[in-house]
């Protein structure tokens, strides 16, 4: 992945006017999509919701917007961001495809592999290569940022949503041009964009959160048992630290089961690792000093309410070296 070259030129904090980069990108998209028709994905984190509200304002009903209901989101994720969508006037059609990724996640261990055997080719593919074809779109409009393509190229992680950079010619493999208004910008960027396009701030200050979701918290193979495990402590870790002043927090499933004790006998049980982050754009992170108070609830709470997790770890490696992610 390192012998590719960063070729955008990054649009800093100070130097966005953020009404003139809305009004260039709709230009942009509209001319680009012509009178033709486009769909985007939406996740409901803020690029993905800053590219959908850029796209409904250039194209209006031209722009098909689903959400891709893949099996590995947070608890009644789909539903909560059609409900917010609805409500800012874009309609968006759940499309269930959680058979279809988790199959082509089956038996898969490598990192790299399942980002992109796994979710890239599954999303962009199978996936979106269908929607296509039964809309009649050739345009695919994405919420790739600065970061993403600065990771991939780095040879750092390689973001499933980065793939021209990579020398992936998107109308061969797939039969559809990938459009990205935000490649300029890093998150703390977009989120001023977003504020600006009318999103609330329970979304241009949302926690970021991966593409390819719950699988990028799963050490090893991506199984629904896995993922359930993993959703449950998530909900707890996100429920526990909602007031905690972090750029990000999550939990992440190990691949290895570790010796604990329940109810007086031995349990081979599973070990959930908590990672909570001080950053402003993802490029270098910290860990939150959390107090131990707060961690002891998290291990407490995990421990008894995620079935089969004798084990919660903290974890207090600065980015670099390590990574917000662990997939």
């Known amino acids: 992945m390192g012998v590719f070259q960063m070729e955008i030129k990054e649009i800093k904090i100070n130097e966005l006017n953020p009404e003139k980069f809305i009004d260039e ?35 209006g009903s031209r722009l098909r917007t689903y959400f891709i209901e893949n099996g590995l989101m947070r608890d009644d994720e789909p539903q909560q ?6 409500n800012l006037g874009v309609h968006v059609e759940i499309i269930d495809a959680k058979e279809t990724f988790f199959k082509a996640l089956k038996g898969i261990i490598d990192p790299e592999e399942k980002r992109d055997k796994g979710i890239t080719k599954t999303f962009y593919k199978d996936v979106f290569g269908k929607l296509v074809k039964e809309s009649g779109a050739k345009f695919l409009l ?3 940022i600065y ?29 559809y041009k990938v459009i990205e208004p935000l490649l300029e910008l890093r998150k703390d960027t977009v989120r001023v964009v ?54 990000q927090y999550m939990a992440i499933l190990h691949e290895d089961r570790v010796t604990g004790i329940r109810s007086g ?26 107090n131990f108070e707060t961690l002891e609830k998290l291990a407490d709470r ?26």
């Open 25 to 59: 990108k709709i230009q942009e998209i509209s001319s680009t999509v012509g009178d033709g028709i486009a769909i985007n994905a939406l996740s409901g984190g803020v690029d993905s919701s800053t590219v959908t509200m850029l796209g409904h304002k250039a194209l």
């Open 81 to 86: 961001v059609v409900s917010l969508f609805k």
């Open 142 to 144: 994405q919420g790739t």
């Open 147 to 175: 970061t993403d393509i600065e990771e991939t190229v780095a040879g750092i992680k390689r973001q499933h949503n980065v793939l021209e950079q990579l020398g992936i010619d998107t109308e061969e493999q797939y039969g």
């Open 194 to 247: 977003a504020k600006h396009l009318g999103l609330p701030e329970s979304t241009y200050n949302r926690m970021p959160f991966p593409g390819p979701a719950l699988a990028a918290r799963v050490i090893g193979e991506v199984t629904p048992e896995r993922i359930e495990i993993v959703r449950k402590a998530t909900t707890i870790v996100e429920e526990e630290l909602a007031n905690i002043d972090a750029f």
């Open 265 to 290: 006998k031995r349990e081979f049980g599973r070990q959930i690792e908590i990672r909570c982050w001080d950053s402003v754009d993802a490029t270098v992170a910290t860990p939150t000093c959390l």
């Open 302 to 327: 995990i421990t008894r309410e995620v079935p089969g997790v004798v084990s919660v770890t903290y974890n207090i490696a600065k980015k670099p070296p390590s990574t917000m992610e662990v997939v």
